[in-house]
């Protein structure tokens, strides 16, 4: 019998010249910390040597090794507290403390204890008050059950800020009700801003799902979700993930966290079984057997790497689609969260956090290690941060039973929420700006050098082709121009809301003393009838043991379809802010043919030559968007634009080649057959025949 050979262990010592290995230099050592933390080093030390060009010499070698001193320290320090938005003291701490471990990283070595306590003292004392920086923190408004089903609710059905697809919408739900419920970090879940280009968040891999018989009642089936987070602070993807568990919502739908998992699975193709293709198969095929108590529902290894949470960009065609690969990143969401909180009426609209903060509130119960597990904690002293005062003193002084849902309302963020916040400057404000000093000197620069380039080149593009400087310069005005305009806006709208939650209760007081009440009304003219009905099916709040099963598996399968079929009705973005939906211009989900004006009917067909003279008005729609039925919604297709150098910007956008491969390019307009080599033949064929002038 010939028996196997055994593998050398591992730890065998194999020939090593230790001679030449002791000659060798000695390594450089590791950096033993996070790459979050060494990109904010690295940030700290790019703006010291954009400082140091200001600098003679202009080497920020030079004054690092060989003029540094404390002068130095103190001089960069003030020119990034001139430039940057710094008004807290802590913060200012550790941008003080980042710029230490750069000095120390290149010159090798720390610098001197004298030198240290002067800095300390430089930073924590002379600076912080000479710039008047905050010396409170700023504490988070929490957000309670209530909090959450209302935002959820407003973001869905009445608000009107423009995501760059549906998709974003709904993610933004997502992450709010992942957090509340499990207290994660956002960089639990989406692309962390200390962590850039890992393209590292939650993913398919960390997801399972299952139907399983209820415990309660063995001849129910529910679905169950299991989510491992991988990326908890302090240990990214090392040690043991806490896993959650999710559990269906039929209460509420749109609370419901697998309800979006089943719909992004839907969207990625992400279901491994070829039989599961569409929402009721969830239901109809996935019965559990006798022998067992749960059928998983395997998602495929192809998109095990995926993250569920993804950004936008555009497509060949020039629109807004979800990527395929890029993961959400935090400081995207974070300007959504900001927008929409502040459409939503709150006074203070906070960070994402302040969903961990509403969930760290409901665990205050248990104890230390376990909430130290949940919250993702190294020590059980920082959950003390988490936690406001939320118990009714004033009762157990007065040995009286807690009033706990007047606590609720007043140590929660909605006491002070108002929809009927202003969201807009107002007109006399916008006339304001645009009368600014120093934005009426670029325009009249602008007007100049514009004037000159058309005189000189006939055209700006031209004049920007030839690599005029002047068309350089021009530019640059424009772009000042636009952003001076909009930081003023942002002042203006910011000063006009807090005018508005500053003088609220003084004009309700004067509202009810003449007899009136004041109301509002959400304006939801811009809000594409589909969502409405979803919200109303989602947003019910019912008593789940009133309803039969029968009736939330409709539910739910119900839901899922109008979600996946509401990311077919896509609106542009540019055409966000200007199309109104009503009975007269939508077409429903249902299949009910809406009813076009004559007015807005198209002649499709191709003129005879008589008559072809006669028809002098041009046609302002687009021709790519009227032929594009499956992406785009019935009045984004249809939709008049009100000059022609409008359309032209927006047909650029398709960005169509000069050339068509194959045998060219058929005419996009429903009856016409001809096709065209060239994108000159194209436009030429829709002037002459249908009167688009592109």
């Given at each position: 019998?010939?028996?196997?050979?055994?593998?050398?262990?591992?730890?065998?010592?194999?020939?090593?010249?230790?001679?030449?290995?002791?000659?060798?230099?000695?390594?450089?050592?590791?950096?033993?910390?996070?790459?979050?933390?060494?990109?904010?080093?690295?940030?700290?030390?790019?703006?010291?040597?954009?400082?140091?060009?200001?600098?003679?010499?202009?080497?920020?070698?030079?004054?690092?090794?060989?003029?540094?001193?404390?002068?130095?320290?103190?001089?960069?320090?003030?020119?990034?507290?001139?430039?940057?938005?710094?008004?807290?003291?802590?913060?200012?701490?550790?941008?003080?403390?980042?710029?230490?471990?750069?000095?120390?990283?290149?010159?090798?070595?720390?610098?001197p204890y004298e030198?240290?306590?002067?800095?300390?003292?430089?930073?924590?004392?002379?600076?912080?008050?000479?710039?008047?920086?905050?010396?409170?923190?700023?504490?988070?408004?929490?957000?309670?059950?209530?909090?959450?089903?209302?935002?959820?609710?407003?973001?869905?059905?009445?608000?009107?800020?423009?995501?760059?697809?549906?998709?974003?919408?709904?993610?933004?739900?997502?992450?709010?009700?992942?957090?509340?419920?499990?207290?994660?970090?956002?960089?639990?879940?989406?692309?962390?801003?200390?962590?850039?280009?890992?393209?590292?968040?939650?993913?398919?891999?960390d997801i399972e799902l299952f139907m399983v018989k209820h415990p309660d009642c063995p001849t129910s089936q529910v679905l169950l979700m299991r989510v491992r987070h991988r990326l908890n602070k302090g240990r990214r993807n090392e040690g043991v993930a806490p896993v959650y568990t999710y559990t269906e919502r039929n209460d509420n739908l749109g609370l419901c966290v697998i309800q979006d998992i089943l719909m992004y699975a839907f969207l990625d193709d992400a279901f491994d079984s070829p039989y599961i293709r569409c929402p009721r198969d969830i239901w109809c095929l996935t019965r559990v057997p006798d022998h067992r108590l749960s059928t998983p529902i395997e998602l495929k290894d192809s998109v095990k790497e995926l993250p569920i949470l993804r950004s936008a960009c555009q497509n060949e065609k020039g629109l807004l689609v979800t990527d395929s690969r890029r993961a959400l990143q935090y400081h995207q969401v974070r300007t959504w969260e900001a927008t929409a909180s502040e459409q939503a009426g709150f006074k203070d609209k906070g960070t994402l956090y302040k969903y961990r903060k509403g969930a760290a509130a409901n665990i205050r119960h248990l104890d230390e290690h376990s909430r130290n597990r949940i919250m993702g904690h190294t020590h059980g002293r920082t959950f003390a941060h988490y936690i406001s005062i939320m118990d009714d003193t004033q009762s157990m002084f007065m040995e009286t039973p807690a009033r706990k849902s007047l606590l609720s309302l007043?140590?929660?963020?909605?006491?002070?929420?108002?929809?009927?916040?202003?969201?807009?400057?107002?007109?006399?404000?916008?006339?304001?700006?645009?009368?600014?000093?120093?934005?009426?000197?670029?325009?009249?620069?602008?007007?100049?050098?514009?004037?000159?380039?058309?005189?000189?080149?006939?055209?700006?593009?031209?004049?920007?082709?030839?690599?005029?400087?002047?068309?350089?310069?021009?530019?640059?005005?424009?772009?000042?121009?636009?952003?001076?305009?909009?930081?003023?806006?942002?002042?203006?709208?910011?000063?006009?809301?807090?005018?508005?939650?500053?003088?609220?209760?003084?004009?309700?007081?004067?509202?009810?003393?003449?007899?009136?009440?004041?109301?509002?009304?959400?304006?939801?003219?811009?809000?594409?009838?589909e969502r409405i009905t979803l919200a109303n099916l989602e947003f019910q709040n019912r008593d789940v043991d009133q309803i039969g099963e029968s009736q939330l598996i409709e539910d739910r399968i119900r839901s899922l379809e109008l979600r996946l079929e509401i990311h077919k009705l896509h609106v542009p973005r540019g055409l966000k802010a200007h199309v109104r939906f009503n009975e007269k211009t939508v077409k429903t989900i249902s299949g009910d043919e809406s009813e076009e004006s004559e007015k807005d009917k198209l002649q499709l067909k191709s003129l005879p030559k008589t008559k072809r003279k006669q028809q002098?008005?041009?046609?302002?729609?687009?021709?790519?968007?009227?032929?594009?039925?499956?992406?785009?919604?019935?009045?984004?297709?249809?939709?008049?634009?009100?000059?022609k150098d409008a359309l032209q910007r927006h047909f650029a956008t398709h960005k169509l080649p000069m050339f068509f491969e194959g045998p060219g390019r058929r005419c996009d307009l429903p009856g016409c057959s001809y096709t065209f080599p060239s994108l000159n033949g194209y436009k030429l064929h829709l002037s002459k025949h249908h009167s688009i002038f592109l």
């Amino acid at each position: 019998m010939v028996l196997p050979k055994k593998n050398p262990p591992k730890n065998a010592a194999a020939v090593v010249d230790w001679n030449a290995f002791l000659r060798e230099p000695d390594p450089e050592p590791d950096d033993e910390n996070k790459p979050s933390t060494r990109r904010k080093v690295t940030t700290m030390g790019n703006n010291f040597k954009k400082w140091t060009k200001l600098l003679d010499p202009p080497d920020w070698k030079f004054w690092l090794l060989e003029r540094f001193n404390l002068r130095l320290i103190e001089g960069f320090l003030r020119w990034y507290l001139d430039n940057h938005n710094v008004d807290r003291k802590s913060a200012f701490l550790t941008h003080a403390r980042y710029f230490s471990m750069f000095c120390n990283q290149e010159r090798g070595q720390e610098a001197p204890y004298e030198m240290k306590q002067k800095l300390k003292a430089l930073v924590g004392s002379t600076l912080s008050d000479q710039y008047e920086l905050e010396l409170s923190s700023f504490e988070l408004p929490p957000f309670n059950i209530d909090d959450l089903l209302f935002t959820t609710y407003h973001l869905l059905a009445w608000c009107s800020f423009t995501f760059p697809t549906v998709r974003s919408m709904f993610q933004l739900n997502t992450l709010r009700k992942m957090m509340a419920a499990t207290s994660a970090r956002p960089g639990t879940l989406i692309e962390s801003s200390g962590y850039l280009h890992e393209n590292d968040a939650l993913k398919w891999k960390d997801i399972e799902l299952f139907m399983v018989k209820h415990p309660d009642c063995p001849t129910s089936q529910v679905l169950l979700m299991r989510v491992r987070h991988r990326l908890n602070k302090g240990r990214r993807n090392e040690g043991v993930a806490p896993v959650y568990t999710y559990t269906e919502r039929n209460d509420n739908l749109g609370l419901c966290v697998i309800q979006d998992i089943l719909m992004y699975a839907f969207l990625d193709d992400a279901f491994d079984s070829p039989y599961i293709r569409c929402p009721r198969d969830i239901w109809c095929l996935t019965r559990v057997p006798d022998h067992r108590l749960s059928t998983p529902i395997e998602l495929k290894d192809s998109v095990k790497e995926l993250p569920i949470l993804r950004s936008a960009c555009q497509n060949e065609k020039g629109l807004l689609v979800t990527d395929s690969r890029r993961a959400l990143q935090y400081h995207q969401v974070r300007t959504w969260e900001a927008t929409a909180s502040e459409q939503a009426g709150f006074k203070d609209k906070g960070t994402l956090y302040k969903y961990r903060k509403g969930a760290a509130a409901n665990i205050r119960h248990l104890d230390e290690h376990s909430r130290n597990r949940i919250m993702g904690h190294t020590h059980g002293r920082t959950f003390a941060h988490y936690i406001s005062i939320m118990d009714d003193t004033q009762s157990m002084f007065m040995e009286t039973p807690a009033r706990k849902s007047l606590l609720s309302l007043a140590t929660h963020a909605s006491i002070t929420r108002d929809p009927s916040a202003p969201q807009q400057p107002t007109d006399a404000q916008k006339d304001a700006i645009e009368l600014d000093a120093q934005m009426a000197g670029w325009k009249s620069e602008c007007r100049r050098l514009r004037t000159d380039l058309i005189m000189q080149f006939g055209q700006l593009k031209a004049a920007h082709g030839f690599g005029d400087p002047r068309s350089k310069q021009l530019q640059k005005l424009q772009n000042q121009i636009k952003s001076r305009r909009k930081r003023l806006c942002d002042a203006a709208r910011r000063d006009r809301r807090a005018d508005f939650f500053r003088d609220i209760g003084n004009r309700i007081i004067e509202s009810n003393q003449r007899g009136e009440q004041l109301t509002f009304t959400p304006d939801d003219s811009r809000i594409q009838p589909e969502r409405i009905t979803l919200a109303n099916l989602e947003f019910q709040n019912r008593d789940v043991d009133q309803i039969g099963e029968s009736q939330l598996i409709e539910d739910r399968i119900r839901s899922l379809e109008l979600r996946l079929e509401i990311h077919k009705l896509h609106v542009p973005r540019g055409l966000k802010a200007h199309v109104r939906f009503n009975e007269k211009t939508v077409k429903t989900i249902s299949g009910d043919e809406s009813e076009e004006s004559e007015k807005d009917k198209l002649q499709l067909k191709s003129l005879p030559k008589t008559k072809r003279k006669q028809q002098s008005k041009p046609i302002l729609k687009c021709p790519v968007c009227l032929a594009n039925t499956k992406e785009l919604l019935h009045v984004a297709r249809n939709y008049q634009y009100a000059r022609k150098d409008a359309l032209q910007r927006h047909f650029a956008t398709h960005k169509l080649p000069m050339f068509f491969e194959g045998p060219g390019r058929r005419c996009d307009l429903p009856g016409c057959s001809y096709t065209f080599p060239s994108l000159n033949g194209y436009k030429l064929h829709l002037s002459k025949h249908h009167s688009i002038f592109l």
